[in-house]
C-alpha cells in the first residue's frame, strides 16, 4: 500500500469510530485543536495527521493505538 492509500484507510476508520459513537466533525476538532472542515479532510484522507493528534482521537474514542489502526 503506498501512503496515500493508507490515509485514506484511516481516514475512513476515525470517520467511522466517529459515527459509531454519535459524534460530530465539531466534536473531533475540538480534541486536536483544529477546525471541522480539517477533520472532515482528514476523514477523507486528504489531509496529513500528526501522531499527537491521532493519539488525542483515540483516547476521545476511547479505543488503543492499535485498535484505531484495525484494518491496517
Same mark, same amino acid.
Given at each position: 500500500?503506498?501512503? *496515500? !492509500?493508507?490515509? +485514506? =484507510? ?8 466517529? /459515527? &459509531? ?5 465539531? *466534536? !473531533?476538532?475540538? +480534541? =486536536? ?8 479532510? /482528514? &476523514? ?6 500528526? !501522531? ?18 484495525d484494518g491496517?
Amino acid at each position: 500500500m503506498d501512503y *496515500d !492509500i493508507n490515509l +485514506v =484507510i484511516l481516514g475512513k476508520r476515525i470517520k467511522d469510530l466517529r /459515527i &459509531e459513537r454519535n459524534m460530530t466533525p465539531r *466534536d !473531533i476538532s475540538e +480534541v =486536536i485543536g483544529e477546525d471541522e472542515l480539517t477533520i472532515i479532510k /482528514i &476523514e477523507a484522507g486528504q489531509f496529513d495527521i500528526k !501522531i499527537e493528534d491521532l493519539f488525542l482521537i483515540a483516547a476521545r474514542f476511547r479505543v488503543t493505538m492499535s485498535e484505531l489502526f484495525d484494518g491496517f
